[in-house]
């Protein structure tokens, strides 16, 4: 059992290490949990991030995480048809590198 998690470590140091987009959702743990929590929701909105989130991360990194993945293209906002104040943000286009890295995480635990 100890083998896997240094397995897992090392994988997460060489995905910290690598440029892109498993760089990006392991930049920090906050980065992995927005980005986790924006995978597993079919839209959210930042607020519902920030609820989820329970206040253990501000409100400005969470912000500030959503702004970094527009602006390298992992995430996509985009405004509610019919209440123009809500902005949702998805992450398809990480969707096929979330799944190799689960892929994986489940060969490494079982």
């Known amino acids: 059992m ?3 998690f240094i397995r897992l470590a090392s994988d997460l140091v060489s995905f910290a290490s690598e440029n892109g987009e498993l760089s990006f ?3 920090t743990k906050i980065h992995a949990i927005v980005i ?7 839209k959210i909105t930042f607020e519902n ?14 912000q ?9 293209g992992y995430l996509k ?4 048809e ?23 995480q489940q060969k490494i635990f079982n």
């Open 25 to 27: 959702i392991f930049k």
């Open 82 to 104: 019919k209440d123009k104040r809500k902005k949702y943000y998805t992450c398809d286009f990480l969707n096929p590198v979330l799944e190799k890295w689960h892929n994986h």
């Open 64 to 72: 500030s995480i959503l702004i970094e993945g527009v602006k390298l």
């Open 49 to 62: 991030l920030c609820k989820i989130t329970n206040s253990t991360v501000s409100r400005t990194t969470i």
């Open 2 to 4: 100890k083998k896997k």
């Open 36 to 42: 986790f929590n924006i995978y597993g929701h079919e």
């Open 77 to 80: 906002k985009f405004v509610d």
